[in-house]
C-alpha cells in the first residue's frame, strides 16, 4: 500500500515538473505583443502582422493584451494549484502509513530481541490470592513483557504474534477483529497547555504505538499548546484545524461561540481520521481527560462487541454517576448498557460516521446525539468505574457540574484484563433478559427506608421506583445522584433504569415494570 502510494506521489510531481516545463517552453516560444519580424522575431515593424490585440483601425491595444495573458496565466496557475493538492493530500497519507509501518518494525525488532535473548520467565508478577484456574491474570505493569521459549528460528511476524496475542480468543464473530485492528486515539486539543497531563498518560499505558497511534487535531492556534504537542515528536501526530474564523451566528447565542467552533473542529478532526487516514474506528478524548491504566484494553475488548450489535453505536470509559460513593471499587470488571450518551472517551466506528455527519449539528453535538432521531435507539457501553477523569474545569461549559459532581468522579486504578474476559452478556438479548430480571424482582422500597438502613437485609440490591418526571428528580438528589434529563433519557439510564450504590447497597432507580420508552418532554 505505502508503494503505491509512493510510485502516485511521485507520478504527480513528474506531471506537475512536465507541466511547468511545457507551459514555460510555450510561453519561451511565443512571440511577445508587437509583429513578427522576417525572422521570426518580435519586431516593432515587421512584415507580418500577428493579427491580435489589434482595435479597429488597426490600432495596437496593449491593455486588452495584458489582461488576457494574465487571465491564461491565472488559469494555469489555478490547475497547478489542484496538482499540488493532490500531491500533499497523498502526501499526508503516505507519511502517515509510513510512520505506522515505522514504528510497527522498531516494536518488532525489540520482541524479536525480547523472544531471542531473553531466558524464559512468569509473565507477570502474579498476585498472591490469583485463584489457580486464572494463573495467567496477573498485577498490572507498564510494559509488560510476555514470555515464550525461546526458538532461534522464530520468524519476525510470528514475534508481533505472540507480543500482542496474550489472551484467550473471544467466542464473539471476529469479522474484522483481532489485535491487528489499528484503534487510533483522537485528542481533541486548542488552547491548554495542560493537554501535557493527558498525552502523557496516554503514552504512558500505551502498549503499541502502532496498534493505538495518537492523532492530536488543534483548533485555536494557540502558540504554546501547539509547542507542548510538537515537544513530543513521532510519538503524536500533530494536525491543525485550518479555519480559525468566527462562526456567525443569532445575537442571543454570541455567548455560545465556544460550542460553535467545538463542533466544526470534530466534524474537521473526525474526517480527517476515517476520510484522509482511512481508519475504520477511532477512541476520542479531549485535552483536559486522564485515561486509567486499562483505558486501551477497555477498547480494544469491546471493540468486537460495539461491531457486532447493530443496537449499539458506541463504547464509553465514563460513568456520570462514577463518584467514589455511588460504585462498588471491588468489582472493577463490571460493565453495564446505557441508553445515555456519555461521551468523555468514547469510541465510534466509521459507519457511525458515514451515517451522522451529514448532518452534523453547528453547535452541541453532544446533546444532539442524544436526541431521539440520531440515537435511534441505539444504546453504548460504560463502565462501573471510570476510565477516564476530567481535570479541565475551565471551559467552554464555565464549569458546569465540575464542583458538584466531576472533580468527585473515580478513576480505576486497577488494570482488569478484558480482552480474557467473556463479553458476550452485553449483547442486547443476552443482556436485557437478566437486566429486566435483576431490577423487578428486587424488593420495592420506599426512599425513607432506604435513608434509615435499619430495616434492609445484605447489600441489595433494592429498588425504589419513580413514575413523573418530578419523582424521579427529588429521589435522584436524595440518592445523591445526576438529576437532569436529556431528550427524557437521565445519565447512566437504560431501559429508566439508574443503577448505583448507595451506603454501600446497590440500588435500582426504576420506572414500573412494563416500561416502554422515553418521554422527550421529561427534558
Not at 451506603?503 to 420508552?517: D, K, N, S, T
Request: charged residues 25%; positive net charge.
Amino acid at each position: 500500500m505505502v508503494r503505491k502510494k509512493r510510485s502516485l506521489i511521485l507520478c504527480s510531481a513528474f506531471v506537475f515538473v512536465a507541466w511547468n516545463a511545457l507551459l514555460l517552453l510555450y510561453f519561451w516560444g511565443r512571440p511577445p505583443i508587437g509583429h513578427l519580424g522576417e525572422s521570426g522575431g518580435a519586431e516593432p515593424r515587421g512584415k507580418e502582422e500577428w493579427g491580435i490585440g489589434r482595435k479597429e483601425g488597426g490600432q495596437f491595444n496593449l491593455a486588452g493584451e495584458v489582461i488576457r495573458l494574465a487571465e491564461e496565466v491565472e488559469i494555469q496557475l489555478e490547475t497547478q494549484k489542484k496538482l499540488l493538492e493532490q500531491i500533499e493530500s497523498h502526501r499526508a497519507v503516505w507519511a502517515w502509513q509510513k510512520d505506522v509501518r515505522k514504528r510497527e518494525m522498531v516494536e518488532a525488532k525489540q520482541v524479536e530481541d525480547e523472544v531471542v535473548h531473553q531466558p524464559p520467565k512468569p509473565p507477570f508478577l502474579l498476585k498472591d490470592n490469583v485463584d489457580e484456574r486464572t494463573h495467567v491474570e496477573a498485577k498490572y505493569t507498564q510494559k509488560p513483557v510476555h514470555s515464550v521459549a525461546p526458538v532461534p528460528e522464530l520468524e519476525l511476524h510470528q514475534a508481533i504474534e505472540i507480543k500482542e496475542v496474550t489472551v484467550e480468543k473471544s467466542k464473539l464473530p471476529t469479522s474484522d477483529v483481532g489485535p491487528e485492528v489499528i484503534i487510533p486515539v483522537l485528542v481533541i486539543a486548542c488552547d491548554r497547555v495542560t493537554v501535557k497531563r493527558s498525552l502523557d498518560r496516554l503514552i504512558q499505558y500505551r502498549p503499541s504505538p502502532g496498534l493505538y497511534p495518537i492523532i492530536v487535531s488543534q483548533d485555536c492556534a494557540h502558540t504554546e499548546t501547539a509547542r507542548v504537542i510538537n515537544s513530543y515528536g513521532d510519538q503524536v501526530t500533530h494536525i491543525k484545524q485550518p479555519d480559525l474564523s468566527d462562526i456567525r451566528v443569532r445575537p442571543e447565542h454570541r455567548k455560545f461561540q465556544g460550542y460553535y467552533k467545538i463542533a466544526r473542529h470534530y466534524r474537521w478532526a473526525l474526517n480527517q481520521v476515517f476520510n484522509t487516514f482511512s481508519q475504520s474506528t477511532v477512541v476520542i478524548v479531549e485535552d483536559d481527560l486522564e485515561v486509567a491504566p486499562d483505558f486501551f484494553e477497555y477498547f480494544r475488548a469491546l471493540y468486537p462487541i460495539l461491531r457486532s450489535d447493530p443496537t449499539l453505536w458506541c463504547v464509553s470509559a465514563w460513568n456520570d454517576n462514577g463518584r467514589d460513593a455511588l460504585v462498588d471499587s471491588s468489582k472493577a470488571g463490571l460493565l453495564y448498557r446505557t441508553d445515555f450518551f456519555p461521551g468523555l472517551g468514547w469510541m465510534l466506528l466509521k459507519e457511525l460516521w458515514n451515517e451522522l455527519e451529514p448532518k452534523w449539528p453547528s453547535a452541541f453535538w453532544d446533546d444532539w446525539m442524544r436526541q431521539p432521531e440520531q440515537r435511534k435507539d441505539r444504546s453504548c457501553i460504560r463502565p462501573e468505574i471510570s476510565r477516564t477523569i476530567t481535570f479541565g474545569r475551565k471551559g467552554v461549559s464555565l464549569g458546569q457540574f465540575f464542583d458538584q459532581y466531576l472533580r468527585y468522579i473515580k478513576l480505576n486504578t486497577e488494570f482488569v484484563p478484558f480482552t480474557k474476559h467473556n463479553l458476550s452478556y452485553l449483547l442486547k438479548d443476552k443482556y436485557d433478559k437478566k437486566f429486566i430480571k435483576e431490577v423487578y424482582s428486587a424488593p420495592l422500597m420506599k426512599i425513607e427506608d432506604l435513608q434509615k438502613g435499619s430495616s434492609l437485609r445484605g447489600p441489595g440490591p433494592y429498588r425504589v421506583q419513580y413514575s413523573s418526571r418530578d419523582g424521579f428528580k427529588v429521589f435522584a438528589r436524595n440518592l445523591g445522584v445526576m438529576d437532569d434529563l436529556k431528550s427524557g433519557v437521565p445519565r447512566t439510564g437504560y431501559r429508566g433504569v439508574v443503577c448505583f450504590l448507595y451506603r454501600g447497597q446497590r440500588v435500582f432507580l426504576a420506572p414500573p415494570e412494563g416500561w416502554i420508552q422515553y418521554d422527550i418532554s421529561w427534558s
